[in-house]
């Protein structure tokens, strides 16, 4: 497949994703302000953290995720139906294992932890330990699904990947209706509601697979060598999930051990709005990954090169088009979408929006470590960065800092794992590094500042009120698209800019 064939692929997938992400946004910012306001700040805060800590027992599943995702997408650029049937029915061995592995730590030292040193109300301390077994057996279903949900990926069939993700967000939807609906315990219902929704995708996902795909066939067989393989590759990925995890998760449950539930709902809140606009990321490195891994497959590194970089850029840029307004309007943004703003959302969504336009940047240089199958210098350095976020939290949580230090670490930690990052992938897949930041990493910069220039003037000297909501985010967006086009676009991108849109004008003109 040429670059070209490539390129409309990518570009069709990512349309669908979008498609998938607008249905899902509409959804995801509606649902949550009703949990907000139906749970109460403090029981939002419990399911936040608790949720968030059993998502912490995933380590192990989120390392071969991405290992599976990987042999997969591998199998097929190689053209090796029956090797990758055998990725998938040992993918799907090893996913078993994991559930049953994560089962018993979780209702041992997971079930100790939430009831001796977590900060809960002894009178919720009930509805709390509901949650966290619902949240258990939701975990175990999501560990189950991976290999079905990396094969839908690995076949580029984001048509599927972005119905039955709409089809989760309406069931999500028609929860909320139920718990506004009906007298129980609100925040052991929400639990239980969310399992069962668990339970429907799963079995949406596995029926879609085995009508699609021969090879999601099940047809046990133990292979040694491959199993092997799988986990030596997942080990290492394993130690880079081990630091997200404690990047986030970590530090979520420091801040519940320092200040309190409260505080955890108002990171709670600033991370969902932050998934919301991250999707406009994730939907097109999602599209762009399994082409990445192919044609490293395939031999052709001057394609997956001019893959990494397109993707790099191009995340940023979609991300700061629609970050900008929001980093200046979060406040109003908040008062309109909640009715109760809990104290420290403001700073916590503008701080963790920035540390996620910095990381825009390393999805497809990740993808591309991923690519060369040798992840141990990768994942052993930037996760070693990536850990240190949680013991120098903690020093300065102890110090007597306000819980936003956590997220400030998190930048400065992030800058630095992407100058890593570009080291170690000069060796892995001869990454020009000196291309890549002139390219990339200084267009994204000066697009950035000549873009916030104009939004901070009218910012500053307008009188907070809906009317500089409008005039500020309608003037970031057209300011950033036009630097984007002048400053971060190369020439071959511009051109191709224009013939599209002459090939579509010319078209409607035809059909006029």
């Known amino acids: 497949m040429d670059k070209s064939q490539n390129t409309k692929r990518i570009t069709q997938n990512t349309l669908l994703l979008y498609f998938r992400m607008g249905i899902t946004m509409l959804v995801s910012l509606y649902t949550s302000r009703v949990v907000l306001n ?17 998502t912490m027992f995933g380590f192990l599943n989120s390392a071969m995720s991405s290992s599976t995702q990987r042999f997969l997408s591998f199998e097929i650029g190689k053209n090796d139906p029956i090797k990758l049937h055998r990725v998938f029915v040992m993918s799907v061995n090893i996913h ?23 900060t809960i109300p002894i009178e919720r301390m009930n509805a709390a330990l509901w949650v966290y077994h619902c949240s258990v057996l939701s975990m175990l279903l999501t560990v189950i699904s991976v290999p079905y949900n990396a094969l839908i990926i690995a076949h580029e069939k984001m048509n599927a990947f972005a119905w039955l993700s709409i089809l989760e967000v309406t069931l999500k ?29 799963r079995l949406a996902y596995g029926v879609y697979c085995k009508s699609k795909f021969k090879e999601s066939t099940f047809t046990f067989f ?9 986990i030596s590759f997942a080990g290492w990925n394993l130690w880079g999930g081990i630091a997200y995890l404690i990047r986030g998760q970590g530090v979520n449950i420091l801040l519940n051990m320092f200040f309190g539930p409260v505080v955890n709902a108002a990171r709670g809140i600033s991370f969902q709005i932050n998934n919301v606009l991250n999707q406009f990321v994730s939907n097109l490195q999602t599209a762009i990954k399994p082409q990445i891994i192919k044609q490293y497959a395939a031999g052709n590194l001057t394609n997956m090169h001019y893959l990494v970089f397109q993707g790099s850029k191009y995340s940023f840029f979609l ?9 200046f309007e979060t406040e109003i943004i908040l008062k309109v979408w909640l009715k109760t ?25 990740m993808t591309a470590a991923q690519a060369s199958g040798k992840v141990k210098l990768y994942q052993s350095i930037v996760g070693g960065l990536l850990i240190l976020n949680f013991p120098i939290s903690y020093i300065f949580l ?11 670490i998190s930048i400065i930690i992030y800058l630095i794992a992407l100058l890593s990052r570009l080291i170690i992938l000069k060796k892995l897949v001869q990454l020009n590094i000196k291309k890549f930041i002139n390219q990339v990493v200084l267009r994204c910069t000066v697009v950035t500042i000549c873009s916030i220039a104009l939004p901070f003037v009218l910012y500053n000297n307008i009188h907070s009120s809906f009317t500089r909501f409008m005039l500020v985010t309608f003037i970031s967006i057209i300011n950033t698209l036009i ?18 849109l002459s090939n579509y004008i010319n078209t409607k003109k035809f059909k006029l």
């Open 38 to 54: 139906t749970l109460g700040v403090e029981d939002f805060g419990i399911y936040n953290v608790v949720g968030g800590f059993v």
């Open 96 to 118: 078993f294992l994991i559930a049953l592995v994560m089962l018993i730590l979780a209702e041992t030292l997971g079930l100790w932890f939430v009831n001796a040193k977590l």
């Open 173 to 201: 939807l028609i929860i909320v209706f139920l718990l506004t609906s009906f007298g129980f315990d609100k925040l052991k219902f929400y639990a239980i509601l969310i399992f069962i929704v668990s339970i429907i995708i």
């Open 222 to 230: 133990w292979d040694k060598s491959m199993y092997k393989e799988l």
């Open 319 to 327: 991300l700061l088009c629609i970050s900008i307004p929001v980093l």
């Open 341 to 365: 703003v809990p104290d420290y959302t403001i700073v916590f969504t503008r701080l963790v929006i920035i540390n996620t336009l910095i990381d825009s940047i390393s999805g497809t240089l």
């Open 398 to 408: 102890k110090m007597g800092y306000e819980p936003q230090i956590t997220l400030y």
């Open 483 to 500: 630097f984007i086009y002048f400053i971060g676009l190369g020439k071959r991108d511009k051109t191709k800019i224009i013939q599209y």
